[in-house]
């Protein structure tokens, strides 16, 4: 795997950890009815930005893997927006749940083995 | 659906997590399929500017737009509702109805890997709900 492709996969995960975190503070902002120093609809509106950037980053890394090597490392994003969510949230999220996360991630890279 | 909180043109009316679940995932199924279906309507064109405009006179395209603009509203409702940790992971619940959705429909066959893979993400979304304490 080449350094170009491992960034490019670094942030495809980075987009999505970043384009969550803006929905969920747009989401938030929405639920606490009052306004706060930025606007529910611009977090939300810039998680819209970042998943346009990821779409070209997704496209660069297809021109060089396959789907199939692709899709699965992709599926590192779950871990990455659960710790995301932990860090930036506080989040509680119990051992039980952790096993959970780690079971859905095993699950979706078995799929996205076989063609997503 | 009367409220005093403040409004705002991303809210939506199911106030309910399991309603908003079930939504949000017949949508996401009805998309991925409508992408199936769009693949096989547009396949072996060259992407160009004649393929967006043989893309956009296609229903499963327009399907797939619906489809996603509709999720993206009821995905920031359910945020508002459930801890971002728990509802990201939750979202790969998609891949068993959509699954499914390709055998009966495109008659495409469910290999022994994606069988066990389905049937993880199954357990773990299981899991993951099992203790709602986020």
Known sequence: MTLELLTLFAVSVACDVFGQTFFKLGAIGISAGKPGIVPPSLWVAIG?????????????????A??????PIASLNYIG????????????????????AGLVTLGVIAVALTGG | MSSNEHDDALRVVPRSETLLWTLFITFATATQLAFKWAGSDLEGQEFGLRFVGAALARP??????????????????ILRRVPLSRAFVMTAIVY?????????????????????GIAAIIVGVVLINSETSG
């Open chain 1, 48 to 64: 819209l930005v970042v998943y346009v950037v990821e779409i070209f980053v997704w496209l660069g890394v297809l021109a060089i």
């Open chain 1, 66 to 71: 396959p789907l199939t090597v692709a899709a």
């Open chain 1, 81 to 100: 927006v659960m710790l995301a969510s932990r860090w930036l949230f506080s989040e509680r999220i119990t051992r039980r749940q952790w096993a959970g």
């Open chain 2, 60 to 77: 499963s395209v327009w399907t797939a737009i619906v489809g996603y603009v509709t999720m993206f509203t009821l995905w920031i409702n």
């Open chain 2, 96 to 116: 068993v109805p959509v699954t499914i959705g390709a055998w009966l429909i495109f008659d495409e066959q469910i290999s022994a890997l994606r069988g066990i």
